[in-house]
């Protein structure tokens, strides 16, 4: 999955940053309102936005009306220090899908950016199955008939990707978005190194070609 996190406190935007990385999310970093505003117009493929409110050169509350006002549905969890009730309420009336105060509790900020992934995909329950394969996305534990299976980051980060939408199909450059982040190279077969190893270790059923189109997990 990829965020993008837009943070102004270098300190905070670092812990946070390291944090994400940490949990395999591919995490883009602006520092102020005209450089998000310019992400989201150019990438169209982020999975969800932490967005602090008290920015530089244009306030969060601005980059988030203009994200709802041309049609942009990524989640956005606003985190910042603006405690107000009326500030909150703003918030969440400019189209902020959650909200968490700063100082934020590091292992919550996670749970909630986790919960805002699985209401984006349409689902509730916090562990997918898909016939005998079980996926935690909290504890990124996959079991094939109850016994665990090991995957690296990027074989997990493909997973995620095209367990999110069952049926829907994700093309190479789709799934390299969701992969990496600015500061990443990208190998020219990296995703199909990927898919060869989940389906090692996972099943050849699980991961569908669509030729010609790209991949995706049928639905059920």
């Not at 509730?124 to 980051?153: M, W």
């Not at 199909?192 to 190893?197: D, K, N, Q």
């Amino acid at each position: 999955m990829r965020l993008l996190l837009v943070e102004d406190d270098v300190m905070i935007g670092e812990v946070v940053l390291d944090l994400l990385r940490a949990e395999h999310y591919a995490v883009d970093w602006v520092k102020d309102g005209e450089m998000a505003d310019t992400a989201l117009m150019q990438s169209q493929n982020y999975d969800l936005v932490v967005l602090d409110l008290g920015l530089p050169r244009k306030d969060g509350l601005e980059v988030l009306r203009a994200m709802r006002a041309r049609k942009d549905r990524t989640p956005v969890l606003v985190a910042t220090a603006r405690d107000a009730v009326g500030q909150r309420i703003a918030g969440l009336d400019a189209g902020a899908d959650d909200y968490v105060l700063k100082p934020y509790d590091l292992d919550e900020l996670l749970a909630r950016i986790r919960a805002l992934l699985r209401r984006s995909a349409g689902r509730g329950e916090p562990v997918f199955d898909y016939k005998n394969i079980s996926i935690n996305p909290a504890t990124r534990e996959v079991t094939v008939d109850g016994v665990a299976a090991s995957l690296s980051a990027r074989e997990w980060a493909v997973l995620e990707a095209l367990i999110a939408r069952p049926g829907a199909v994700l093309s190479r450059a789709q799934l390299e978005e969701k992969l990496y982040s600015w500061r990443d190279e990208v190998s020219s077969n990296a995703v199909e190194v990927y898919i060869h190893g989940l389906r090692k270790k996972l099943g050849s059923d699980l991961i569908q070609n669509v030729r010609g189109v790209g991949y995706m997990v049928p639905k059920l």
